[in-house]
């Protein structure tokens, strides 16, 4: 049977990770400081950067002017805790629209939110990224995936492009 304290555990862990997705897709870039801890170490695309450098970082690829709109879903949270530490791995869903010389282009991101947590005298904070090497039995079997853009004016009586 599950306690009341893992439960509570396990719902502010789902709060950091939805927090993280709501800092982003508001572009709440201050928000990060009390999501993270201050020692964070987050790793993009084999990258590993300090707060300050993630938070420089995703302000400049979100905030580009090309950038029209994008939302972070979050789902199938996991999340196994341990002594004041916790993982946690999502699945996210991120569509993306992007302005381009031939118009507003849409583009589906799927990734994953892979991260280590401890419980501070602040509450439950994200300590960094997950590296998939750790938890093996977590290593997906990709690390995201984009599907080509599509126009955003699309002629639906066009037939579908053909899959390859």
Do not use: C
């Amino acid at each position: 049977m599950t306690s009341a304290a893992e439960l509570a555990d396990r719902l502010a862990i789902q709060r950091n990770v939805g927090d993280y997705a709501d800092a982003l897709d508001l572009k709440h870039w201050d928000l990060l400081d009390q999501i993270f801890t201050p020692d964070a170490r987050i790793s993009f695309g084999g990258r590993s950067m300090s707060l300050s450098e993630t938070k420089a970082w995703l302000k400049r690829g979100l905030d580009d002017p090309s950038v029209r709109g994008y939302l972070h879903m979050v789902g199938n949270l996991h999340i196994t805790l341990r002594n004041g530490e916790a993982d946690s791995i999502a699945h996210v869903f991120t569509p993306i629209e992007m302005m381009t010389d031939d118009g507003v282009r849409l583009g589906f991101n799927g990734l994953w939110f892979a991260w280590r947590h401890v419980l501070t005298a602040q509450g439950w904070r994200i300590a960094g990224s997950l590296d998939h090497w750790t938890r093996p039995d977590w290593a997906p079997g990709f690390y995201g995936w984009v599907t080509p853009p599509y126009s955003a004016a699309v002629d639906w009586s066009d037939p579908l492009p053909e899959m390859r």
